[in-house]
């Protein structure tokens, strides 16, 4: 079945140091993916997506590239800020098989010291 | 609605009373999608309505566990003689369309149920 394997947490940064979340899938056919943010106290936020291999997914800085052929969705930010301390969870959605939900990854636990 | 509504917030109950989780979806949303999420875990699926059928229940934990939905709108998550492994965060997403057009999810801010 589709499943969902990201990099184990917490990571903790200094402000202005890079960020790299590694995200990898395991599905049949072509899925979307997707970045989920949730930070303290909220609900999940849909940070960006890409719906076919080769995508640039952007958003607050924020970047994600699908790689068919390494099965990846890494997500990277150049530069961190103490507001970008939240939980991130990678997720996917296959259109061969899912159909009726987004399959998530255990989340990864962001902390931006000043 | 602008944006996926859940009520209440936070709820504390006494082991073994029942509790009602309501999720209102964004309106014309399909499908919608109930979720637990307990303290530094990540999303446990619980259940998935189309409409106001529900083709996806495999994740309820238990009898105790049921979900409607009506007027392919409000949904309410029920919960029967609580226990206190029952405490977590109960979130609701809907989507216009079941997910494989890409849509993603929008999330409620959940309910956080603690149960003592």
């Known amino acids: 079945g589709d499943s969902v394997t990201q990099m184990e947490g917490p990571v903790t940064l200094s402000e202005e140091a890079f960020l790299t979340i590694n995200c990898t899938y395991t599905?049949?056919?072509?899925?979307?993916l997707f970045w989920y943010v949730q930070y303290p106290g909220e609900g999940l936020q849909l940070l960006l997506k890409a719906t076919k291999a080769d995508d640039k997914g952007s958003n607050k800085g924020f970047e994600a590239t699908y790689r068919k052929e390494t099965t990846s969705f890494h997500l990277e930010k150049g530069s961190v800020q103490v507001s970008d301390s939240a939980v991130y969870f990678c997720a996917l959605s296959s259109r061969e098989t899912s159909g009726s939900r987004l399959t998530f990854g255990e989340g990864t636990q962001l902390t931006v010291n000043p | 609605g602008a944006g996926v509504s859940q009520s209440p917030s936070n709820k504390v109950t006494e082991k073994g009373k029942d509790v009602e989780l309501r999720c209102d979806p964004i309106?014309?949303?399909?499908?919608l999608y109930w979720y637990r999420q307990r303290l530094g875990q990540g999303l446990e699926f619980l259940i998935y309505f189309q409409g106001n059928s529900a083709p996806d229940k495999s994740g309820l934990p238990s009898d105790r566990f049921s979900a409607e939905r009506t007027g392919e709108s409000v949904s309410t998550l029920t919960i029967q003689r609580t226990q206190q492994e029952d405490s977590a965060v109960y979130l609701c997403?809907?989507?216009?369309?079941?997910?494989?057009?890409?849509?993603?999810?929008?999330f409620g801010s959940g309910t956080r149920l603690t149960v003592v």
């Open positions: 997403a809907s989507s216009p369309d079941r997910v494989r057009l890409n849509y993603g999810y929008t």
């Open positions: 599905a049949t056919g072509y899925p979307s």
């Open positions: 309106s014309g949303h399909t499908a």
